[in-house]
């Protein structure tokens, strides 16, 4: 049972380059985030999907984009890193209700030089 | 705005020390609330909840209970162990005003037991 896999777990990159980080779950959970974890600031949401084709911002989404064109899958991109997004990036998962759990992926590490 | 407030870290305990992390919460609604922990290297996992006032969620030894007229969750263990060792992050739930869900997590607090 893999649950939230995301890739890369580590990543450096220059300012001005874009990439994805990818993330995928296999348990069928209509609701994915995307968190940004930095010292001293616990979690903040970029992003978030309540289903496939919908999406919205969270507390942090300037540099971000996302899209959800499957249940599975909720890449993040960053367009053109900055310094400033470096950071710990964590993708979750759950089903709709606020009583539920959230699952987490392991995370991926991005440093911008 | 909704938020959550838990103790400033980092805690440092010897082996089977009493432990508390207090987390206080505003919320306009009624939330549920949450105790998340993440161990060295790794994502964040459920530890404990409580949905309702006067729910005590418990699990693993830890224990915290929904004061809704302090708004308070704060986390307790009787006795800690090495393997406690870890960031805990108190969390709640709320339904938006788009009517999604949004789980909103304090700062962390980093645990560190000595043996």
């Known amino acids: 049972n893999a649950g939230v896999t995301q890739t890369p777990k580590f990543q450096v990159l220059k300012t001005g380059q874009s990439m994805t980080l990818q993330c995928a779950q296999d348990m069928n959970h209509e609701y994915m985030s995307w968190y940004r974890q930095d010292p001293g600031m616990g979690l903040r949401l970029i992003h978030y999907?309540?289903?496939?084709?919908?999406?919205d911002q969270g507390e942090v989404p300037n540099g971000y984009n996302v899209s959800r064109s499957t249940t599975e899958d909720f890449p993040l991109r960053l367009l053109s890193a900055a310094p400033s997004q470096t950071s710990v990036y964590f993708c979750?998962?759950?089903?709709?209700?606020?009583?539920?759990?959230?699952?987490f992926g392991q995370g991926t590490r991005l440093t911008v030089v | 705005g909704d938020s959550v407030t838990q103790m400033e870290g980092p805690v440092t305990l010897s082996e089977e020390a009493f432990l508390t992390i207090n987390c206080t919460y505003t919320?306009?609604?009624?939330?549920?609330l949450f105790w998340y922990v993440q161990y060295p290297g790794e994502g964040l996992q459920l530890l404990l909840k409580a949905t309702k006032a006067d729910d005590k969620g418990s699990n693993k030894g830890f224990e915290a209970t929904y004061r809704k007229e302090t708004t308070s969750f704060h986390l307790e263990k009787g006795s800690v162990q090495v393997s406690d060792s870890a960031v805990y992050f108190c969390a709640l739930t709320l339904t938006s005003q788009g009517g999604s869900e949004k789980l909103v997590f304090g700062k962390g607090t980093k645990l560190t037991v000595n043996p």
């Open positions: 919320a306009t609604g009624y939330p549920s």
């Open positions: 999907s309540v289903g496939a084709g919908i999406t």
């Open positions: 979750a998962s759950s089903y709709m209700g606020m009583n539920t759990e959230a699952f």
